[in-house]
């Protein structure tokens, strides 16, 4: 885990390397000091050599100055590499999140997912600056003041350094508390996140079914768990910081008390224990840094394990030897398709399903919900891997396609459209990377929505909003249908692509699309019949696979499922 935090500094090692030698300068001049207050009192004051105590006087100004600039140096560029491992982590993650299977967000919420991305790493960013540098210092300040310590009277010495090793060992037994805790506290305030995040995004459901009591208490009782595993944090935290305090107190004290007998005594004389008592002030700075950095340790690698239980999840994966797929055709068949999602692999959604659609017909699927429709669609650009038999394209298994290769081909409207916080352009180039203004124009054109854009404030550049909450349904709907018709590709997978539109622009959309879909394999799924009548062949899908198939009036004249459905939505 160490080793591979350290290789994030890799990229910024010049950077790095300038923060510890500024921090090596800076423990040398604390160092220097005592010493120099040891002469001053020991040599140029009793000698009345004020021309000596002027100079050293002046030394230190010098000394305090370069410190200043150092501790500058420290603290902005210091925090600068912190800043920079931070973004290059963010970067690997979300890069990292865009090729991760669906099921890992099935099975992970938003907020579990962003209080990870932006509130561990920035602890995880202070302990990167902070670790090494408070580290580092105080290893020097250590070695360096026991020498010094030595230098003055080594029997005294040795009595400070006698306490090192219970101070060690309260910190250790300590850790393991903290480490527990904090962990147990990120993992409730990714929870109080997604509460917050899950609230925020359905504001408008909770304010329709007036569930404001209900969503408080959620919240409340997430919040309250979190406020539990955060005071049993700093419950550990206390004890920890109130032990390493009262050590640091005692070793005060002890220091004092032996230095006074040794000067008692004569073994020392007031210099040398002037001196001895600074240095002990600098030796209690290491510890109280070290004390300070125990925290930090206990945020910023809690913080690292969670980054990388997300950095080690398996990630969408080609098969070996995976090939481009090129321009497809469109000749899709299902053989034998069974699936159950990860979540209850027990329950088959599908079940040997068998289904053969000819390159460039309109195929439509309907039937009761839950019958598998919408995952068939979800198949086909291998948003999940099936449990059992096959899906080709062309003849050809879809896995042994590239994923991203074989979803070039494939246009999606879905019923639940998202649309990217940015300008409606923004939005509708999606579909095309590098799209010109032309090309997304006349896509707009095709769904029916380029008149409506004209007379938004800004036009084209005009925001949506998050998620398009500034665009009614059916203009979100349309807006995701343009994108398709930018795509352009051969086959087109629409899952209730009609859904949020009235009558009359159904039937408007329904004829751009019925001009798209010519000459390119077209799914359709949909529970208004109306928009499937002119399918080259329906299916009806329903809990035991595959119930009926044919064309409208075939279906009709059968008076089977279709037609008993057909009657429901003229009655």
């Not at 105590?53 to 902005?76: D, E, G, P, R, S």
């Not at 299902?334 to 999602?341: D, L, N, P, R």
């Not at 409606?424 to 999606?430: D, K, L, T």
């Not at 928009?531 to 062949?537: F, G, I, L, P, Q």
Request: overall charge neutral; hydrophobic content about 45%.
């Amino acid at each position: 885990m160490i080793k591979r935090f350290i290789s994030y500094y890799k990229p910024h090692k010049r950077l790095f390397i300038l923060d510890m030698i500024c921090a090596f300068i800076v423990a040398l001049c604390d160092l220097v000091y005592p010493v120099i207050a040891r002469n001053i009192i020991n040599v140029y004051v009793p000698n009345q050599q004020l021309q000596l105590l002027i100079t050293w006087a002046v030394v230190l100004l010098i000394i305090y100055v370069i410190k200043a600039f150092l501790n500058y140096v420290i603290q902005y560029w210091g925090h600068i590499v912190g800043v920079r491992i931070q973004g290059d982590m963010r970067a690997e993650m979300f890069d990292k999140l865009e090729r991760l299977p669906f099921s890992y967000f099935d099975n992970n919420k938003t907020g579990s997912i962003m209080s990870r991305m932006i509130n561990d790493l920035m602890d995880i960013s202070e302990l990167a600056h902070h670790g090494p540098e408070d580290a580092f210092l105080s290893v020097i300040m250590l070695v360096g003041s026991f020498i010094m310590l030595a230098s003055i009277n080594i029997w005294l010495c040795l009595i400070v350094f006698a306490v090192l090793p219970f101070i060690v060992l309260f910190a250790v037994k300590t850790r393991k508390g903290m480490n527990a805790a904090f962990k147990k506290s990120r993992e409730e305030i990714a929870e109080v996140n997604s509460e917050a995040e899950s609230a925020i995004s359905g504001m408008r459901v909770s304010r329709a079914y007036t569930a404001r009591e209900y969503e408080n208490g959620k919240f409340r009782r997430s919040n309250g768990r979190f406020i539990k595993a955060r005071s049993n944090a700093y419950k550990q935290m206390g004890i920890f910081f109130s032990g390493m305090g009262l050590f640091s107190d005692l070793l005060y004290l002890l220091v004092l008390a032996a230095g006074g007998l040794f000067f008692y005594f004569g073994i020392i004389d007031i210099g040398d224990f002037t001196a001895f008592l600074l240095y002990i002030t600098m030796f209690l700075k290491p510890i109280n840094r070290l004390v300070s950095l125990f925290e930090q340790i206990q945020n910023g690698m809690t913080g690292f394990e969670r980054f990388c239980a997300v950095m080690d999840q398996p990630n969408e994966e080609d098969a070996p030897g995976a090939v481009d797929a090129g321009v497809l055709k469109g000749d899709i068949s299902f053989k034998g398709v069974s699936f159950a999602y990860p979540l209850n692999e027990e329950q088959l959604v599908l079940k040997g399903v068998d289904i053969d659609i000819p390159q460039g017909k309109t195929v439509a699927l309907v039937g009761e919900s839950g019958g598998g429709k919408t995952t068939m669609c979800h198949l086909i650009p291998r948003f999940y891997e099936i449990g059992e038999g096959s899906i080709t394209v062309d003849g050809r298994d879809i896995r042994e396609y590239s994923r991203d290769s074989l979803r070039r081909n494939i246009g999606m409207v879905a019923q639940d459209v998202f649309l990217f916080n940015g300008t409606v352009a923004e939005n509708i180039g999606y579909g095309k990377a590098g799209a010109t203004m032309e090309e997304i124009e006349a896509a707009a054109r095709a769904a029916s929505i380029h008149e409506y854009i004209m007379t938004l404030p800004d036009g084209y550049n005009t925001g949506v909003g998050e998620r398009g909450v500034k665009l009614s349904g059916g203009q979100k709907q349309r807006i995701s249908i343009a994108r398709v018709f930018l795509k352009n590709p051969p086959i087109l997978i629409l899952d209730e692509a009609t859904s949020a539109l009235d009558n009359a622009t159904e039937r408007e959309i329904s004829r751009s699309l019925a001009e798209l879909c010519k000459g390119r394999t077209c799914l359709i799924v949909a529970h208004r019949l109306s928009t499937v009548r002119n399918a080259d062949e329906i299916i009806v899908v329903g809990r035991d696979g595959v119930k009926e198939r044919g064309t409208h009036d075939e279906l009709i004249e059968a008076g089977g499922v279709y037609a008993s459905l057909h009657k429901d939505t003229l009655s």
